[in-house]
C-alpha cells in the first residue's frame, strides 16, 4: 500500500510540475504589450503619466495617407546612357553592303532617337498611362526634371528606324547585322539614387510633431484611444522595453511572477481536490486528466490569441466545464472553469470583460446541462452559450461606453464560432472516455440499449437469464434514485452482470426446464459452475471492450460471498469442519461503491422472491429484511460507502417495488358464471 501511495504521489507531482512548466513556456513575451488595449476602444487602466519626454509621432492611417500621397507624386531619377548610342553607331558603320550616304544617314536617325530617348517597355507603359510625366534626369552631378515627351520605347525605336531607312536594301542589312538588338535603352532608373531622394520626401511623414513631456498626461481610465494616442502608447511601450533590455532583473522578477501565479492557480486545484473530493484525489486518472485539459485549452488559447485580434474569444472554454459536469459535477466544473480563466486573463485585451463573458458562459453550460444522456443536449447547450456570450458583451459595452455602436459584429462571430466548437464535445467525451477510463451517461444509456449484442445473445441463450437481469435492473434504478446513487450505471451494471452464464445457462435455475444437471454433480463441482459464471462474464465483457465500471458490477455482485446452496448441502453431509469454505466462495472484492451494493441486494432479492409462494406483503418485507441483514451480518458491505439511511430507504423501495410485482389480481368469471352474477362497483 505505501507503495501505491508514493507511486500516486510522485504521479501528483510530476503533473504539477509538467502542467506549471508547459504554461510557462506557452506564456506571451516579455516584448508584447504591457497594457491591454484596442484602437477606438475606452482604456481600461489607471491614469499613466509620461515617466520621460516621448515624441508625438502622426497615427499609422495619417502616415499611410501621406506616404501614398509622397509616392504618386514622387518624380524617380534616370542616367542618360551615352555610350549605347555609340556602340549601334559603331555597328551601322560596319555595314558594308550600303553605301556610305546611307550609313551616314542611319547614324544620323539614330542620334536622333537617342537624343529624344529610348526607355523599358516597364517606363515606357508608365508614360503612355499618364503616370509618369516627367523624370528627373543626372547629368555631370546635376539633377535637372525633364518631360518623358519624347521618350520611345525599344520597340518604338526600332520601328521608326525601319520606316526611315533610305532603302530595302539598308533594312535588310539592318535585321542581317542585328541592329535591332542594340537598341537599348539609353534612359535607365536610377533606384539607388532614386530611394534616397523618396526617403528624404518621406521624413516629413514619419517625423515626430510633438512631444509628451514627462510627468504629463497621457492617458486615464475611459478616455477613448484614438489613433493618434494608440500611436503614442506604442511609442511609450517601444521606448520602455527599449530602455528595459538592459536591466536583466526585471525580467527574471516578471520570470519568477508568471511562475508563481500559475504555480498558485494550479496548486488551488490540488488543493480543491484534496479537501472536497477526497476520493478523486486519490484516483490518479481523475486529477491528471483535469490538468491535462486546463493545460492544453490555456495553451489553445496562447496560439489562437497570437493568430487573431480578440481571438480568444474563439477558443470554446465552456466545452471545459462540461466535460467536468460529465465525468465529475456541476461544482468542480464551475471551480475548474474559474482556474481556466483566470490562467488565461493575461491573455485578453480586456481582462474584466473576459472575465465576466467566459464566467457567464460557463455558468450558462452547467445549467443547461444537468445530466447529457442524450446528444442532442449539446446542441441546446451551445445555443445558450451564444446567447449568454452575446447578452453578456453587450452588458459590459453598455457600462464601459455607455453606447452601443461600438457594439462589435466580428466578436458575435467569434461567439457564434464558439458555440459551434462547443456543441462538438461529444467527440472530446469520447476521447476522454478512452483516453482515461471514465464513462458517460451517454454511453451508459447506449449500453443499456437491449439490442446491443451481448444482450442479445444472452436473451437468446438464457432467457431466464434476461429476464431476471432486466427485473434486477429495474428493481436496483428505483432504489438508487432514492438514495441519488448513479442510475445508469445501476441499469447498465444490472443488464450485464449475468452474461457469464451464457457458458452454461442449464446450470442455473432460470433457465432450466425440468431437469438439472446439478443432479449429477457433486457440490464442490456445482459450485465451481456456478461461481465460475464470473470469471466468464469478465471475459465476455473484455472481448466486448465494456467499461471498467461494467466490469467492476460483474466483479462485485457476489462479493466475496458463497455459493451457500451447495456450501450448506456439503456440510450436512461432510460436516462443516470437513469442508472448506474457499472452494465456495465467490472471487471478489466486495462492492465497492454504493452502486455495487445495490446491485448485489437487487440481485439476491429479485432471486429470492421468485421462490415465494405466497408473495404477500409481510413475506415480501421479510424477504427483504433478511437477505439484506444477512450481507449486512456477513460482512460484504462493509468496502461501500452506503450508509445505514441508505439501506433504509433501498428496503423500503424493493419492498414497495415488489409488492406491485407480485399484486394480487382479480379473477376473471367465466362467460356462465357471468350472466348469472351481477356486476359490482368494484369489478372491472
Known amino acids: 500500500m505505501k507503495i501505491d501511495i508514493s507511486r500516486i504521489t510522485l504521479l501528483r507531482a510530476a503533473t504539477f510540475v509538467v502542467a506549471t512548466l508547459l504554461a510557462v513556456l506557452f506564456l506571451p513575451g516579455n516584448d508584447e504589450q504591457r497594457f491591454n488595449y484596442e484602437e477606438n476602444r475606452p482604456w481600461t487602466h489607471s491614469l499613466l503619466t509620461a515617466p520621460f519626454d516621448i515624441p508625438v509621432f502622426r497615427d499609422s492611417t495619417t502616415v499611410r495617407e501621406m506616404s501614398d500621397s509622397i509616392r504618386a507624386g514622387f518624380i524617380p531619377v534616370y542616367k542618360r546612357q551615352t555610350q549605347i548610342a555609340d556602340n549601334v553607331k559603331q555597328r551601322i558603320s560596319e555595314l558594308t553592303e550600303i553605301p556610305q550616304n546611307e550609313r551616314a544617314r542611319l547614324r544620323t536617325l539614330v542620334d536622333r532617337l537617342y537624343a529624344g530617348g529610348i526607355v523599358d517597355s516597364g517606363t515606357a507603359g508608365q508614360i503612355s498611362s499618364g503616370k509618369l510625366k516627367s523624370i528627373k534626369i543626372v547629368s555631370d552631378n546635376i539633377i535637372q526634371t525633364g518631360s518623358t515627351s519624347s521618350f ?17 536594301e539598308a533594312r535588310q542589312a539592318i535585321l542581317a547585322h542585328d541592329i535591332p538588338s542594340l537598341l537599348l535603352p539609353n534612359m535607365v532608373l536610377d533606384t539607388i539614387e ?69 504555480a498558485i492557480l494550479f496548486a488551488a486545484v490540488y488543493l480543491y481536490f484534496f479537501l472536497y473530493r477526497p476520493k478523486w484525489w486519490g484516483n490518479r486518472r481523475r486529477l491528471l486528466c483535469v490538468m491535462t485539459l486546463l493545460t492544453a485549452f490555456y495553451i489553445f488559447a496562447v496560439i489562437l490569441s497570437a493568430a487573431f485580434t480578440s481571438g480568444i474569444y474563439i477558443i470554446p472554454f465552456t466545452i471545459l466545464p462540461i466535460m467536468m459536469v460529465v465525468f465529475y459535477d456541476a461544482r468542480t466544473a464551475l471551480f475548474v472553469h474559474l482556474i481556466e480563466i483566470l490562467l488565461c486573463i493575461n491573455l485578453s485585451t480586456f481582462p474584466v470583460e473576459f472575465v465576466f463573458i467566459e464566467f457567464i458562459a460557463g455558468i450558462a453550460s452547467i445549467f443547461s446541462l444537468q445530466e447529457l444522456s442524450k446528444r442532442s443536449q449539446l446542441i441546446k447547450t451551445a445555443a445558450y452559450v451564444f446567447l449568454s456570450y452575446t447578452v453578456a458583451y453587450l452588458a459590459v459595452e453598455l457600462m464601459t461606453t455607455g453606447i452601443a455602436t461600438s457594439f462589435s459584429w466580428k466578436l458575435i462571430g467569434f461567439f457564434m464560432i464558439n458555440a459551434v466548437l462547443t456543441s462538438f464535445a461529444y467527440i472530446l467525451i469520447f476521447l476522454l472516455e478512452k483516453a482515461f477510463g471514465f464513462i458517460s451517461v451517454v454511453t451508459l444509456v447506449e449500453l443499456a440499449d437491449i439490442n446491443s449484442p451481448i444482450l442479445r445473445e444472452l436473451s437468446e441463450e438464457c432467457p431466464g437469464t434476461f429476464q431476471h437481469s432486466i427485473a434486477v435492473s429495474s428493481l436496483a434504478a428505483e432504489a438508487a434514485r432514492k438514495i441519488h446513487a448513479n442510475v445508469q450505471i445501476v441499469r447498465a451494471g444490472a443488464l450485464y452482470h449475468d452474461i457469464g452464464k451464457i457458458s452454461n445457462p442449464a446450470f442455473f435455475t432460470e433457465n432450466q426446464h425440468g431437469v438439472n444437471p446439478h443432479d449429477s454433480l457433486t457440490p464442490e463441482q456445482s459450485a465451481r459452475i456456478i461461481i465460475g459464471h464470473i470469471t466468464d462474464g469478465l471475459k465476455r465483457a473484455d472481448k466486448a471492450q465494456l467499461p471498467e465500471v461494467i466490469r467492476d458490477m460483474i ?5 466475496a460471498g458463497k455459493a451457500k446452496y451447495f456450501y450448506i448441502t456439503e456440510c450436512r453431509r461432510k460436516g462443516e469442519e ?19 451494493s445495490l446491485l448485489m441486494m437487487a440481485d439476491s432479492v429479485e432471486a429470492a422472491s421468485r421462490s415465494l409462494p405466497s408473495p404477500t406483503v409481510e413475506a415480501i418485507t421479510e424477504l427483504v429484511n433478511r437477505i ?20 433504509k430507504e433501498i428496503k423500503e423501495s424493493f419492498i414497495k417495488r415488489l409488492r406491485t410485482i407480485y399484486h394480487a389480481r382479480i379473477a376473471y368469471p367465466s362467460d356462465e358464471s357471468t350472466r348469472r352474477q351481477t356486476p359490482t362497483a368494484n369489478q372491472p
Open 152 to 168: 520611345r520605347s525599344q520597340r518604338s525605336a526600332y520601328a521608326l528606324l525601319d520606316s526611315l531607312a533610305p532603302s530595302a
Open 194 to 262: 532614386s530611394e534616397r531622394l523618396l526617403q528624404e520626401a518621406l521624413q516629413p511623414a514619419t517625423a515626430a510633431i510633438g512631444v509628451v513631456q514627462q510627468g504629463e498626461r497621457i492617458v486615464d481610465r475611459g478616455d477613448i484611444v484614438t489613433p493618434q494616442l494608440y500611436q503614442v502608447l506604442l511609442t511609450y511601450e517601444d521606448m520602455v522595453e527599449a530602455r528595459d533590455l538592459s536591466e536583466s532583473s526585471t525580467h527574471i522578477y516578471i520570470e519568477v511572477g508568471q511562475i508563481m501565479y500559475i
Open 555 to 559: 466483479r462485485q455482485h457476489h462479493g
Open 578 to 596: 470437513n469442508v472448506d469454505p474457499e472452494l465456495y466462495t465467490y472471487p471478489g472484492p466486495n462492492p465497492q461503491t454504493a452502486e455495487a
Open 628 to 647: 439484506i441483514d444477512s450481507q449486512i451480518n456477513e460482512g460484504l458491505h462493509n468496502d461501500s460507502p452506503i450508509s445505514f439511511r441508505d439501506i
